[in-house]
């Protein structure tokens, strides 16, 4: 019996959407400890981990008003400022690319040699949280961004998410997310 040629997989798509979505609710704590691993794991807690912890989470619930057809999702984004954690350690020499010994590799950009990069799908996924029209996403970011945005909500305005959108094959991630009072629309 025959077996049928091997098909090449067809590249991912990439499509990029920039959502708008009206905050309807958020929740915020802020947390001062000592190491949850020295307390609870200790064989976790490495001797460099510092020995006490602040944190400010921030859970932000809204519905998407931007584009049309996707009016009505639901997203929830859960803000963790997190001063250790390690995304935020990440720097461009950790995504450039390297040949098959490991060495850097370079392309030629306008007669110059310049880093090449294996670009990020995004600065968090996106994902299904409970139901087909909502999604949700974990976010950790530096302390002072998780600050700003509480502060932000604070005021009178009505708050807006700015949500840039980047599907990957089946995959959504955020490319970027910002707080804003003017309607995301109208850009």
């Not at 602040?54 to 400022?81: A, K, S, W």
């Amino acid at each position: 019996m025959a077996r049928a040629p091997r098909q090449k997989k067809k590249a991912a798509t990439e499509q990029y959407t920039l959502l708008g979505i009206l905050i309807n609710r958020y929740e915020y704590r802020v947390e001062a400890g000592i190491n949850t691993y020295l307390k609870m794991r200790p064989g976790m807690a490495g001797t460099s981990d510092p020995l006490y912890t602040y944190r400010t989470v921030l859970d932000i619930e809204g519905n998407c008003i931007y584009p049309e057809e996707r009016e009505g999702e639901h997203f929830g984004i859960l803000l963790v400022g997190d001063a250790h954690a390690v995304e935020l350690q990440r720097t461009l020499a950790d995504i450039q690319e390297r040949d098959a010994s490991g060495h850097p590799r370079y392309r030629t950009y306008r007669g110059d040699h310049v880093p090449a990069y294996e670009r990020p799908k995004g600065i968090t996924p996106l994902f299904r949280s409970g139901g087909a029209r909502s999604w949700g996403a974990y976010l950790p970011v530096p302390p002072r961004l998780t600050s700003d945005f509480l502060i932000a909500l604070k005021t009178e305005a009505t708050p807006f998410l700015s949500l840039q959108e980047h599907k990957v094959g089946r995959d959504r991630w955020i490319d970027s997310l910002a707080l804003q009072n003017t309607h995301p629309g109208y850009e």
